[in-house]
């Protein structure tokens, strides 16, 4: 499952944070999504939540219709989530933990701990030929729960290694590519999201088992300087810098 190419998700739910907070319809993430994949985004991640404090059922709507990349689906594994996908068949959903009061998504999914809730849940979105992925911590535990349930792929969290430094990020970064090796020799194809910046991101394109970043936030943010194309354009190209540098051996 080691790939030479890397792809990068863009998460573009914080243009429609920028749009809710005003209201009315500008700035488009619709829009924002077009102008990622003409930058070179090989997909589109939208993260539909509960209390729709970003991303509209609209919005999924008009992506399902537009986008000519795949569309990841984030979602809590709720009846009502689950009903939207089987209905919109998005290419991909990742299964996020999922709470009212957080500003965004803290840690990974209990693969392990809700296993008898989420088994059948995983196994009906993969009927509807809907690619499954679960967002989790990298952890052996959860990596074996996530095999073990059906899941296609995995999301590591890495908002760990991104909130630390130091000997503590080097560590954070040992435990992501020691679990980046556990999926290979699972079969489970593994991605990587949560916190990724420029300053990052090489350092997790040189762990060669990871086949895909999910980042939305940090490129919405540059892209209030240098619009959302540059932004993309350039973590594409230090992505690029961290494959090259697992190609030569200087991991």
Known sequence: MTSDKIRLGVNIDHVATIRNARGGCHPDPVKAALVAVEAGANGITAHLREDRRHIS????DLLMARLSVPLNLEMAATAEMRDIALDHK????CIVP????????EGGLDVAGGYDHLAGYVT???AANISVSLFIDPEEQQIRAAK???ADKVELHTGAYADTTGR????ELMRLKRGAELCQTLDLEVHAGHGLTYDIVEDIAAIPQFTEFNIGHFLIGEAIFTGLADSIRRMKTLMANGRDRCRNGAI
Do not use: F, M
Request: hydrophobic share 35%.
């Open 168 to 171: 503590a990020r080097a560590a």
């Open 124 to 126: 009906e979105l993969r």
């Open 98 to 105: 999922e709470k009212r009061q957080e500003l965004t998504t």
């Open 57 to 60: 059922d609209r919005d999924i």
């Open 90 to 93: 998005p290419a991909s959903a």
């Open 148 to 150: 073990k349930i059906g």
